[in-house]
């Protein structure tokens, strides 16, 4: 250390307790937290800074995450499930000041992290390095820079080593981004999506094929929607529906307070009094707190002009 200065600037020869001051000479700049530690010689500071550097070292790949396709915000192998452990998220975050850091770890670390878990292999102030976008390829990390500099250089080697840099100048934005990365190691999931209800009220045709005559309580009934078919207390049934009709006309979906002949294959012991409750397998998307509401209907095959 070259100099100890007063909140004033004038120098001091020493600092008490919960004096506040500032240090000249640092090699590097100090994150927030960090301790400083008073030694007799130069010699002796040295030498335990080097084992801290060497420490930090070690605990960064102890941390290092498995081998598998680079990862990318644009492109995550979904690789989360209900029975799984979580995924993990490896950042190295660059930043300009030690108050812009520990604003963004703080800001990243109120994100749900019970299906992602986010993990700094390095959160510090200065430019980002060669050695940064190393340590990111060893650990299948990805490079957050936020108001500092990257050099043509280091961006090469990024490119080189198929590693993700991304810089920003706004905090939040670099919230979204680290969000959505989270969310995309995350599978779609099947949900079952209640869509109507109705009731038998005749049944017609005989042999292999008969139709349920039915009325639309709630919602719709929809072709290649899945029914439940109820019977007082016990499910008769289960499967989808091949054919809908409206009078003659075969239809794709039939709306509440209409009339319409419902057509399975697998179940011809319709009896009147019959409850349908009918739903659609949609994929959900997941967000780190629960499911978003965009949904995607399970694909269904087309053939209803053969009916």
């Excluded at 002796?44 to 081998?67: C, F, P, T, V, Y």
């Excluded at 080593?161 to 979204?176: A, P, Q």
């Excluded at 078919?229 to 209409?258: I, P, Y």
């Amino acid at each position: 250390m070259r100099a100890l200065l007063a909140d004033d600037g004038s120098t001091l020869e020493e600092a008490g307790p919960s004096t506040p001051v500032q240090l000249l000479g640092l090699n590097s700049t100090p994150t927030a937290g960090d301790l400083i530690e008073v030694c007799d010689s130069e010699s002796n500071a040295r030498s335990k800074a080097e084992a801290a550097a060497d420490q930090q070292r070690l605990e960064r790949l102890a941390e290092q995450a498995g081998g598998g396709s680079k990862v990318t915000l644009n492109n995550i192998n979904p690789n989360w499930d209900e029975d799984s452990e979580p995924a993990k998220l490896n950042v190295i975050l660059k930043g300009d000041t030690s108050g812009s850091v520990e604003a963004i770890k703080a800001a990243l670390g109120t994100l749900p992290q019970n299906k992602v878990v986010l993990r700094f292999l390095m959160a510090q102030v200065g430019d980002v390095t060669v050695s940064d976008i190393d340590l990111a390829d060893a650990s299948e990390g990805i490079v957050f820079g936020f108001n500092v500099p990257i050099p043509e250089a280091v961006t090469a080697h990024a490119q080189r080593k198929r590693v993700e840099l991304r810089t920003y100048n706004v905090i939040y934005d670099l919230i979204d981004e680290v969000t959505a990365a989270m969310e995309g190691l995350l599978d779609k999931v099947e949900v079952k999506e209640a869509i109507g209800e109705a009731t038998v009220r005749a049944v017609f045709g005989n042999g292999s094929t008969k139709i349920a005559g039915c009325y639309v309580d709630e919602g719709k009934l929809a072709k290649g929607a899945t029914i439940e078919v109820t019977r007082g207390d016990k499910q008769m049934w289960k499967g989808d529906v091949t054919s809908l009709r409206r009078v003659k006309d075969v239809v794709k979906e039939v709306e509440r307070g209409l009339e319409c002949g419902v057509v399975t294959a697998g179940f011809n012991e319709w009896k009147e009094g019959d409850k349908i409750n009918a739903f659609m397998m949609v994929e959900k998307v997941q967000t780190l707190d629960g499911l978003a509401d965009r949904s995607t209907p399970m694909a269904e095959e087309d053939g209803e002009g053969d009916e």
